[in-house]
């Protein structure tokens, strides 16, 4: 059964907040620095109603299946850099489905949506990044056989 893809709505915030924690479960597995704060629930839904619906630089996509969300994904607009010749692009963040989704292409579909939307930009968008957390050897994997292509990491330390 494929799923609807669709823009999310004011009303949905409610419903994509569980996502969202699914999301943050998924990533703390990996480093647990990505354990949402007990206050981020409202912080998170200001953040969608205020920045993401009816924004020209960003959007929610959300995979829906007998009326129930199972996929979610954010994209914004990244300006041009300053410096470099980095143009404007496409971010792509908080890609997630339900465990019990993965492997029906879901993701995939969401994927493409977020593409048309940013083909349609009217900055002239030609490609997207999206970060995939050390250690996430199947998101990595999957991202790369939709042919997106690792072009930096990134390092840290403790201080």
């Known amino acids: 059964?494929?799923?609807?893809?669709?823009?999310?709505e004011k009303a949905d915030g409610t419903e994509l907040i569980e996502l969202w924690h699914g999301f943050t479960d998924y990533l703390s597995n990996y480093d647990d620095r990505y354990q949402h704060k007990d206050e981020a629930d409202e912080r998170w839904l200001q953040y969608f109603e205020n920045q993401l619906l009816d924004s020209k630089y960003g959007?929610?996509?959300v995979a829906e299946?007998?009326?129930n969300l199972?996929?979610?994904?954010?994209?914004?607009?990244?300006?041009?850099?300053p410096i470099?010749?980095?143009?404007?692009?496409?971010?792509?963040?908080?890609?997630?489905?339900?465990?019990?989704?993965?492997?029906?292409?879901?993701?995939?579909?969401l994927l493409e949506?977020?593409?048309?939307?940013?083909?349609?930009?009217?900055?002239?968008?030609?490609?997207?990044?999206?970060?995939?957390?050390?250690?996430?050897?199947?998101?990595?994997?999957?991202?790369?056989?939709?042919?997106?292509?690792?072009?930096?990491?990134?390092?840290?330390?403790e201080l």
């Open 1 to 8: 059964m494929e799923a609807e893809i669709r823009q999310a």
């Open 113 to 157: 949506a977020a593409a048309d939307w940013l083909r349609d930009h009217p900055r002239g968008i030609d490609f997207c990044r999206v970060d995939v957390i050390e250690g996430d050897d199947q998101g990595m994997s999957i991202y790369e056989e939709l042919d997106f292509e690792p072009i930096e990491h990134v390092y840290e330390c």
């Open 59 to 61: 959007t929610v996509f």
């Open 84 to 109: 470099f010749r980095l143009q404007d692009h496409g971010y792509i963040n908080g890609h997630f489905v339900l465990e019990e989704h993965r492997e029906s292409g879901i993701g995939q579909q």
């Open 70 to 81: 199972v996929g979610v994904l954010e994209v914004r607009v990244v300006g041009d850099h």
């Open 65 to 67: 299946l007998d009326d």
